[in-house]
């Protein structure tokens, strides 16, 4: 491949190597995904750093995430402005992680803060609900919800505050040997 | 803001380690293990030294921790990134060589992982049944690819040891053990080919059946003499080697069921219970965020919905059935002893069926030619075949009077399918056995002369030996016409008919349970023939490789994703426990035969020992008189004795080492409680304390 690209610097590839799983390739293949959302707004020069931002709407309607129930949620935690607008930096960011080779405890951070539907650091009651609806389709009945929670609750609340804390999800995902290969994109 | 803290604490006590994140991958559930391992033990203390949003630097080995796993925004990483590039380098010029090369050589790491993973068989085909039809059909793959292996490793085995050296002695090696037992002349005529004139489409029949020019070949146990080679430091004697491959293949498959049942089971130890965490699980791992697509992610949906409600219905239940008056009980066990003995008689029926056939066609085989013969000798596998396919039908529909919850059920439903398929391959060997054995009375007119049934079973051994080819070759051609003529007709009809009946039957779904049972029954038969037909392996090997494409192309082509789950992790177990008790089956019956039965005079390594096992003390004493010794040794009171405590002293080391282990978890999960309560407690007094 050599040095042959224009679009970052090399100190600019290391550094991105470095924070995210991706190798030099991969990089540049994201950075083109990228781009292909909004050729027009997306520069090919990113030596200057530019700031630049798009919308949910765009991140959103990529095919690895526009029939995904949680999109919303996974371009909110992921972003830096909290409203799902993403950089490139988020982009790498947020497909770093839902990448084969982050490791668990990483995962299961970011997971729990994309349940955590109002950004309290904990999963509440309500939070359950928003999840098990987006999961079904909302086809559950109402006393059908209400047991689920009641009965996620009972297991993984070991503090028993009526809400799973960081270390309550952690311990709970420790005992799910399939969590690492759901909680991924391929891209 | 506690809660920030928190964060911070229990964050930076996770550790972790670098490349070891590969999912689905059972290899590196080790390495997943030892890092939950690690952070359970560490506890999370609070650091009154936090800086600013970062955790420390360095963790508990004084390793700089990896920043792609820092949980943080992009731009904060960048910015430690500078900032480490920027601070004067500690470590020592040795130090930083070792860091490079310890970089390199994980690179290097990934790089062999990729190319494995590119390397194993069917690895890509198998992803890609995983990432459509969900884990438990993938399992099913799984363990079919675990089969192909073993056979293919045995028939090399059997292949090294037993049919390279017949070739290769045949002609040069001399007689084992001369007969001086007065045996009589008639045992020892054994004509599998006799002279006159052979029909060309015998050939065929032969190749279906066994018989004929492939009677007397490789493939059965009559074709192989009792030669020996002796040179100056080299002797090798076909007997000895045909038992003792015979017994370390046994032995081989063994360890392979038992050494991959350890790792599924450290899988189900590991997660500690299913049922014991079984919504929060759903709740939180059950969406796969690799799925694509509208009708994929629907599929998805629907699926997570059954399995909620088949747990609510099952909870619903459970209620209903502490709820019910005693009489009501009563009524319903009843019920359920009905249904019991009904099934019971069903399957006798079905054993009765498989007795008779198998008679009766033992008894024909000597009196029909052509077609005819043909379907007399394939008659008790198609008894059994459909034994096997009509009994789980009609257990089915019992099952539905029966009304366990819905998890019972299918337990119940595979244990009965698994003794059904057992039991009536024990009939069909016991039914054999009755025949050239006369019923185990030596002193019968016909076995008198000869020590079995010489009229019927000149080679008994072969005769064996092609049932069991038979029931192999049957099973592939059922399998195939199954998919061609009831399969992709289904296909057909569904796709382009649309009425209600073809809405209501639906296309396809693949059964993974009664899948797996028929490879375990296939598997049994290839062990118990093994002994005698050593290319039976082989055989089994091109079997399950042509099954494999077949229900590849059978899955992508007429069936539809599941709707109803099977969780992966403990099928897997199942599977293999399954497997092992085929695997005792088929070793009583190995045992039987080597010990207890008279070898045909007429044919094979053994045609001049009592019994197959006799030519090991013979041969023993041509060893050397140390090894003799030595061998004795091993066998007496004064070495098995301390072996035996020895091992009974380890198992129960192990064993203590379990409950201990359980024990410390259930302890640290108290621990874990107690803390957090603490916590609590102590941010309400510094709230109190505040005002």
Not at chain 2, 192 to 203: A, E, I, Q
Not at chain 2, 453 to 467: D, F, I, K, L, M
């Amino acid at each position: 491949m050599g040095n042959k690209q224009s679009i970052f610097t090399a100190q600019q590839l290391d550094a991105y190597q470095d924070c995210t799983y991706f190798t030099r390739k991969e990089i540049l293949r994201l950075f083109y995904r990228y781009r292909d959302l909004a050729p027009q707004l997306v520069p090919l020069d990113y030596t200057k750093q530019p700031d630049v931002k798009l919308p949910y709407e765009l991140i959103g309607s990529m095919p690895e995430l526009k029939d995904n129930p949680f999109r919303q949620r996974i371009a909110e935690v992921f972003s830096e402005d909290g409203e799902g607008n993403m950089s490139l930096d988020d982009f790498l960011d947020m497909f770093s992680v839902l990448s084969e080779m982050a490791p668990r405890d990483l995962k299961a951070y970011y997971a729990f803060k994309i349940y955590d539907f109002n950004n309290d650091d904990f999963i509440c009651k309500s939070d359950l609900e928003k999840t098990l609806n987006k999961l079904t389709r909302s086809e559950l009945t109402e006393d059908e919800v209400k047991m689920v929670c009641e009965k996620v609750m009972d297991e993984a609340d070991l503090d028993n505050d009526g809400r799973l804390s960081l270390e309550d999800f952690q311990h709970m995902i420790v005992r799910a040997p399939d969590f690492l290969s759901t909680f991924h994109i391929r891209i | 803001m506690t809660s920030f803290l928190n964060r911070q604490d229990s964050y930076q006590e996770y550790d972790y380690f670098p490349g070891d994140a590969y999912p689905g991958d059972h290899h590196s559930l080790r390495l997943r293990r030892l890092s939950s391992g690690r952070s359970i033990h560490n506890i999370p203390h609070y650091n009154p030294s936090l800086s600013d949003g970062g955790d420390s630097e360095d963790d508990n080995q004084g390793q700089p921790r990896e920043l792609r796993s820092l949980p943080r925004h992009m731009a904060i990483k960048k910015a430690k990134l500078k900032s480490r590039g920027i601070q004067v380098p500690v470590l020592s010029k040795a130090e930083m060589w070792k860091q490079d090369k310890l970089k390199k050589l994980q690179k290097l790491q990934n790089k062999a992982r990729e190319i494995l993973f590119f390397l194993a068989l069917w690895g890509k085909t198998l992803q890609k049944i995983g990432g459509n039809f969900g884990g438990g059909v993938q399992s099913y793959f799984l363990f079919l690819r675990f089969l192909v292996i073993l056979n293919f490793v045995s028939f090399l085995l059997m292949a090294g040891f037993v049919i390279i050296p017949s070739l290769v002695f045949r002609q040069v090696g001399v007689s084992f053990m001369n007969s001086n037992s007065t045996g009589e002349e008639i045992c020892t005529v054994y004509e599998p080919n006799p002279p006159g004139l052979v029909v060309f489409y015998d050939y065929f029949l032969n190749l279906l059946s066994g018989t004929g020019f492939m009677e007397y070949s490789f493939m059965f146990y009559g074709y192989y003499n009792n030669t020996m080679v002796e040179d100056r430091n080299f002797s090798y004697k076909i007997p000895l080697a045909y038992l003792f491959t015979a017994i370390f293949y046994f032995a081989f498959c063994l360890i392979c069921i038992v050494t991959r049942m350890g790792s599924a089971a450290r899988v189900a130890v590991a997660t500690g219970g299913s049922t014991a965490v079984n919504y929060s699980m759903i709740v939180f791992t059950g969406w796969d965020y690799g799925c694509l697509g509208d009708t994929a992610t629907k599929l998805k949906q629907k699926n997570l919905l059954y399995r909620l409600q088949v747990d609510l219905e099952e909870e619903r239940l459970k209620k209903h059935a502490a709820s019910l008056t005693l009489l009501q009980k009563f009524g319903l066990h009843s019920l359920r002893l009905l249904m019991f003995l009904l099934v019971l008689g069903l399957n006798i029926a079905a054993f009765f069926g498989i007795f008779y056939a198998t008679r009766y066609s033992q008894a024909q085989q000597n009196q029909s030619a052509g077609i005819q013969a043909l379907f007399y000798e394939y008659l008790p596998s198609v008894v059994i075949s459909a034994g096997n396919f009509l009994v789980p039908l009609l257990c089915d529909q019992i099952a539905k009077v029966e009304r366990y919850s819905p998890s019972i059920t299918v337990i119940v439903a595979l244990l009965r399918a698994v003794v059904l398929r057992f039991v009536s391959l024990g009939v069909l060997l016991f039914t054999l056995w009755d025949q050239i054995t006369c019923k185990g009375k030596i002193n019968d007119l016909k076995c008198m002369l000869c020590g079995y049934n010489y009229e019927s079973y000149p080679c008994w051994e072969t005769r064996v030996g092609q049932e069991m080819y038979k029931l192999t070759l049957f099973d592939l051609l059922i399998n195939i016409a199954l998919l061609v003529l009831v399969e992709f007709p289904r296909r057909m009809v569904v796709d382009n008919w649309s009425s209600k009946i073809s809405q209501l039957v639906g296309r396809q779904e693949f059964v993974v349970s009664s899948s797996v049972l028929g490879l375990v029954y296939s598997q049994t038969v290839v062990w118990t023939g093994a002994l005698f037909c050593p290319l039976l392996p082989l055989i089994n090997t091109v079997k399950f490789v042509i099954l494999f494409y077949c229900k590849k192309i059978t899955l992508f082509s007429n069936c539809r994703p599941p709707q109803k789950t099977f969780r992966s992790t403990t099928s897997a177990f199942f599977f293999l426990v399954v497997l092992l008790l085929g695997w005792m089956l088929a070793s009583v019956v190995l045992i039987y035969s080597i010990a207890v039965i008279r070898p045909s005079l007429g044919c094979g390594p053994f045609r001049f020992s009592d019994n197959m096992w006799s030519v090991v003390p013979k041969s023993l004493y041509s060893l050397p008189l140390v090894t003799q010794e030595f061998l004795f040794f091993l066998g007496s009171q004064a070495f098995t004795i301390p072996l035996f405590s020895l091992s009974s002293l380890v198992m129960f080391y192990v064993i203590a080492l379990f409950s201990i282990y359980g024990k410390s978890v259930r302890l640290l999960r108290q621990q874990l409680k107690g803390e957090s309560r603490d916590k609590q407690f102590l941010v309400k007094q510094i709230g109190e304390l505040s005002q």
